[in-house]
């Protein structure tokens, strides 16, 4: 028989270092998850990629148990490290914080596109190119 669902929780949590602290410990804490189980398993599965914002989300059961599956970092995490920023633009109209080539948008469509909906690799660079804009980043035309 299947387990009864309780809840699914979505986070962004650091990869190889979530700490029980906010977000993970008070979100899952209500549901009465061993947080610190949820966490070891979690920073032992992200380990490798280190220095990315890893999103999970977590299937909460009535039993208390948990599985989770982990995604591909943001578009934008994935903008700012390829152009080495720390954030996007304040003023968006106004600042410009970095630039992305074709080749950029491309690498990281290609990268990201098994979390996209599409399969359409100049829809997925579409959505690249307008999270990067909404970021302050210039976009290489053509």
Same mark, same amino acid.
């Given at each position: 028989?299947?387990?009864?669902?309780?809840?699914?929780?979505?986070?962004?949590?650091?990869?190889?270092?979530?700490?029980?602290?906010?977000?993970?410990?008070?979100?899952?804490? !209500?549901? =009465?998850?061993? #947080?610190?189980?949820? *966490?070891?398993? +979690?920073?032992? /599965? $992200?380990?490798? !990629?280190? =220095?990315?914002? #890893?999103?999970?989300? *977590?299937?909460? +059961?009535?039993? /208390? $148990?948990?599985?989770?599956?982990?995604?591909?970092?943001?578009?934008?995490?994935?903008?700012?490290?390829?152009?080495?920023?720390?954030?996007?633009?304040?003023?968006?109209?106004?600042?410009?914080?970095?630039?992305?080539?074709?080749?950029?948008?491309?690498?990281?469509?290609?990268?990201?596109?098994?979390?996209?909906?599409?399969?359409?690799?100049?829809?997925?660079?579409?959505?690249?190119?307008?999270?990067?804009?909404?970021?302050?980043?210039?976009?290489?035309?053509?």
């Amino acid at each position: 028989m299947a387990k009864k669902i309780q809840a699914v929780v979505k986070l962004n949590l650091p990869a190889g270092e979530a700490n029980p602290g906010p977000p993970a410990g008070p979100v899952l804490g !209500q549901y =009465g998850v061993p #947080i610190m189980d949820f *966490i070891n398993q +979690y920073n032992e /599965r $992200t380990k490798d !990629q280190k =220095g990315n914002v #890893i999103p999970v989300v *977590i299937t909460i +059961y009535e039993d /208390r $148990t948990f599985e989770f599956v982990t995604k591909l970092p943001p578009v934008s995490e994935l903008i700012k490290k390829k152009l080495g920023l720390e954030k996007g633009s304040g003023e968006t109209k106004r600042e410009t914080v970095g630039k992305l080539s074709r080749q950029d948008l491309e690498e990281i469509a290609k990268e990201k596109m098994k979390d996209l909906n599409t399969n359409d690799l100049e829809a997925a660079m579409r959505i690249v190119a307008g999270t990067a804009k909404s970021m302050g980043v210039e976009v290489e035309e053509n």
